[in-house]
């Protein structure tokens, strides 16, 4: 690497939504600094502690549409990915699927939305 740029594009890193009451998109909240699991968790928690993290379903509205199908995480992190037959990249049953990170505790165990 000598006399080469050291680096790139982290193209996995945690960013999230930032909902107010009524399901208002206001913004977004990005993380980059460790792995890619860990930058999604700290960005969950940081919307969470913002008290920006409305998108589960109330009596007037209905839910704000994810793909992870978790309803009370609606926008989280999916692992999915399974290892090919055939060599190669995974397959993800999704098709949003991630791989796993070391030392990250699981998403599931995130606090869920708020309405």
Do not use: E
């Not at 993380?31 to 940081?46: F, L, Y």
């Amino acid at each position: 690497m000598v006399g080469h740029k050291i680096g790139g594009v982290n193209v996995f890193g945690g960013g999230l939504g930032l909902y107010a009451h009524g399901h208002l998109l206001i913004g977004g909240v990005g993380v980059s600094g460790d792995t890619s699991c860990a930058d999604h968790n700290i960005a969950w928690r940081v919307r969470n502690l913002l008290g920006l993290d409305h998108m589960a379903a109330s009596s007037s509205l209905p839910a704000v549409g994810g793909v992870s199908g978790d309803p009370a995480r609606p926008d989280n992190i999916i692992f999915d990915i399974t290892a090919n037959p055939n060599g190669g990249t995974g397959n993800s049953k999704s098709g949003f699927g991630h791989p796993t990170c070391p030392n990250t505790s699981g998403s599931a165990a995130l606090p869920p939305v708020q309405p």
